[in-house]
């Protein structure tokens, strides 16, 4: 097994550049899959998510590979089949864009339930929803999920909650639905955005992406493009938060300062100086910091998957702070890794209170998904001693090169192997 050893740092100093937004991404492939042609994509990153997606894509006939520049080309027109294998599916979150994706073209798809980060309940309600209302039926097995539909017909959808993957699927699906679909309280996420900019690239019929209600007329054929993610605003805001953290001064380079606004915001409030171009975003952390009160939201607020690295900032920063996660009330596993670290957090009915200020130790943690990983690594940069993080593979499920990220901002941090004993000799002197 491995683990990440992480080792207090005065401060991270240097510039970073982005790489392509890991959830945009994952819908741009599914939506290379609708294509009557060969689609290329560039700023897909080299994350496990994306190899799983590879993986299944392959399995079902599409012809999928990166060249030497890292351009990913796909050619759909030899998938034969849209059975997916549940256990792929089930190995991370967005395998239910398939449905969406696959529908059109075969009338029948079966999918594993979504895997990926354990938030205790992710549910596809909306989903199925959004596709029973353009005429497909769901039956649900043990281990995976069928959706049939003789023909995908146009249809006006009001979302119950704001959902990005939900608002996805169903632009995915209408693209190529008989008639006109109306998807009312959408997501106005980039990452819809995103794909419906390159669906529209292919042929797509789409208006209104980014603001609540988004307009498709279907149609019959979609073309080949080559088009480009945009960078990822959340590893961006990892970084940053990093440097405020340690008291550093980070760039991040290619990205779109617009979709960091909320935690640009924040960050602002707790006291750090944030400087902006018309592509990077530099973090200046030499000030004092302060404690804050955070609610987290569906774009444009602020990301619930920023709070988990934000925990960490804000157990250095002198007073109470709360930070209320109203999208996944339970995604507080870090909190307990944390707390083993000697955070002050208490965490009740959705809500983290955290008295900072007081040091951080290090001490043996495990990511229990992607952001916590990043949250604990975070940590370690401000705690005294030697942390070791376990469930390195959580962290590589969104982030390329993490160890190797860090390390060019000058922080002590490295990977190395370990057996399950050594990390519970380490636990137990905690």
């Not at 550049?17 to 009557?36: E, H, Q, R, Y």
């Not at 909306?126 to 005429?135: F, I, R, S």
């Not at 088009?227 to 605003?233: K, N």
């Amino acid at each position: 097994m491995r683990r990440i050893v992480v080792n207090r740092t005065p401060s991270l100093h240097g510039a970073i550049t982005v790489p392509g937004s890991k959830n945009s991404s994952l819908a741009l492939l599914a939506a290379a899959c609708l294509a009557d042609e060969p689609v290329v994509l560039h700023g897909i990153p080299r994350i496990s998510d994306i190899e799983i997606f590879f993986r299944i894509a392959a399995d079902i006939g599409a012809v999928i590979h990166r060249d030497e520049n890292d351009a990913v080309y796909i050619d759909p027109r030899n998938i034969h089949s849209a059975s997916i294998d549940p256990i792929n599916a089930g190995a991370f979150r967005t395998a239910y864009y398939f449905a969406g994706a696959l529908l059109a073209k075969f009338g029948k798809v079966s999918v594993g339930y979504p895997g990926g980060d354990d938030f205790v309940s992710r549910p596809i309600d909306q989903h199925v929803k959004a596709l029973e209302a353009m005429g497909a039926s769901f039956a649900n097995y043990t281990d995976y999920y069928e959706v049939e539909a003789s023909e995908l017909r146009g249809a006006d959808i009001y979302f119950d909650t704001i959902t990005s993957g939900g608002t996805i699927n169903a632009m995915l699906a209408a693209s190529r639905a008989r008639g006109r679909t109306i998807l009312r309280n959408a997501a106005r996420d980039p990452e819809v955005v995103d794909t419906a900019n390159m669906l529209i690239q292919m042929g797509a019929r789409i208006r209104g992406a980014g603001t609540d209600m988004i307009r498709i007329e279907g149609v019959p054929y979609l073309v080949g493009c080559q088009y480009t993610a945009i960078p990822d605003r959340l590893i961006a805001g990892s970084f940053l938060i990093a440097a405020g953290a340690t008291g550093g001064v980070v760039t991040v380079k290619d990205v779109i300062p617009e979709h960091l606004d909320s935690c640009l915001a924040k960050l602002s409030e707790i006291g750090l100086q944030v400087e902006t171009s018309e592509s990077t975003v530099t973090v200046i952390g030499d000030g004092k910091l302060k404690a804050t009160r955070v609610r987290t939201g569906m774009y444009p607020g602020f990301p619930t998957d920023l709070q988990q690295p934000l925990t960490a900032l804000l157990t250095q920063a002198s007073g109470r702070s709360l930070i209320a996660d109203r999208v996944y009330p339970k995604r507080f596993h870090h909190a307990a890794q944390l707390s083993r670290m000697g955070a002050n957090i208490e965490v009740r009915s959705g809500v983290a209170t955290i008295k900072g200020g007081a040091p951080l130790r290090g001490a043996a943690v495990h990511a229990s998904d992607v952001r916590a990983g990043i949250c604990l690594l975070i940590a370690g940069l401000v705690a005294d001693g030697t942390t070791t993080i376990a469930g390195v593979q959580h962290i590589e499920r969104g982030y390329e090169n993490i160890v190797s990220s860090f390390q060019a901002l000058g922080a002590s941090v490295c990977e190395e192997t370990f057996t399950s004993e050594d990390w519970l000799e380490a636990a137990g002197k905690e």
